[in-house]
């Protein structure tokens, strides 16, 4: 393992300001790994292990488990649980902090099929995905447990009210499936919503065109929905990637988009053909 704890392990409870609700119920743990399609030859990214119970089923399929937990109370028992299982890397890190790309390159083979598997904490539900698909391509699929509301997101369509800046970032990467609802009653303690699991496949079976710039185009997507009711031009002012109403008008012209457009009116490859244009124009804020 990564990290080794002696001594003791001690009773723990789930812990609020980590998003913490362990899963009570083995068949739906079954239900989700079976969804994930590992095999002997997998390589398994988990993020918030908890308790273990996931974790347990991942290390009996999966050649090899990396489990990120956040919650150092939780390390020594799983520790004392995972103790003669030679196929699980536990490392107490916040996911957010990671170089995914670094530990992958450390723990994985170069050639290794990736998988994430999750039950993932619903508070940093978005950054977690959107980490991962904006900073890594070395993923073929992702089956995660998410608040039923994110699930929504992420399957969306443009002129929907559930439709984001995370919905353009999976349709981007992924071909996104909504696999099953999950009822808040097998988790303890009981969230206070539902829940859902859904399957995120990489790479696209029909791929859209790489932007110039990746970067530009994923810090404009997300400034375009930084305030929903403002349109696109206002949002674009707000979040510095215009010096001017007239500059902001000229983009969106040459991008072919009206000057009264809201973000989530737009699909994915216009998003992608305003961050084209803005690098034409070098027009953005970012250093």
């Not at 300001?17 to 994930?36: C, E, H, M, P, Y």
């Not at 039950?119 to 993923?139: H, R, S, V």
């Not at 031009?233 to 072919?256: Q, T, Y």
Request: glycine fraction near 4%.
């Amino acid at each position: 393992m990564d990290k080794y704890v002696s001594g003791k392990t001690k009773s723990v409870s789930a812990k609020k300001r980590f998003g913490q609700n362990f899963i009570t119920d083995n068949n739906l743990l079954q239900k989700i790994v079976s969804q994930a399609n590992i095999t002997n030859n997998t390589f398994v990214i988990e993020i918030g292990p908890g308790m273990g119970s996931l974790t347990e089923l991942l290390l009996n399929k999966a050649n090899k488990v990396l489990a990120y937990e956040i919650d150092s109370d939780l390390i020594p028992k799983l520790v004392h649980r995972f103790n003669d299982k030679n196929n699980l890397i536990l490392v107490n890190r916040d996911i957010l902090e990671v170089d995914i790309n670094e530990d992958i390159k450390k723990y994985f083979p170069a050639d290794a099929e990736i998988v994430m598997v999750s039950n993932l904490p619903y508070y940093i539900t978005t950054p977690i995905l959107l980490k991962f698909l904006e900073t890594t391509d070395k993923l073929s699929r992702l089956v995660v447990m998410t608040q039923l509301e994110v699930a929504r997101r992420l399957t969306s369509k443009p002129r929907s009210k559930d439709y984001n800046a995370l919905s353009i970032a999976i349709d981007y990467r992924t071909d996104a499936s909504f696999l099953f609802k999950v009822n808040r009653a097998v988790f303890k303690p009981v969230p206070g919503v539902d829940s859902a699991v859904i399957a995120l496949s990489t790479p696209k079976n029909a791929p859209y065109p790489k932007p110039k710039d990746e970067k530009r185009f994923f810090t404009l997507v997300r400034t375009a929905f930084m305030q929903r009711r403002k349109t696109l031009a206002n949002n674009l002012l707000a979040g510095g990637f215009s010096k001017n109403r007239e500059e902001v008008e000229s983009v969106l012209n040459k991008a072919k988009i009206p000057i009264g457009a809201r973000a989530e009116t737009l699909d994915t490859m216009t998003f992608i053909n305003l961050a084209n244009v803005l690098a034409d124009n070098d027009v953005n804020n970012i250093q």
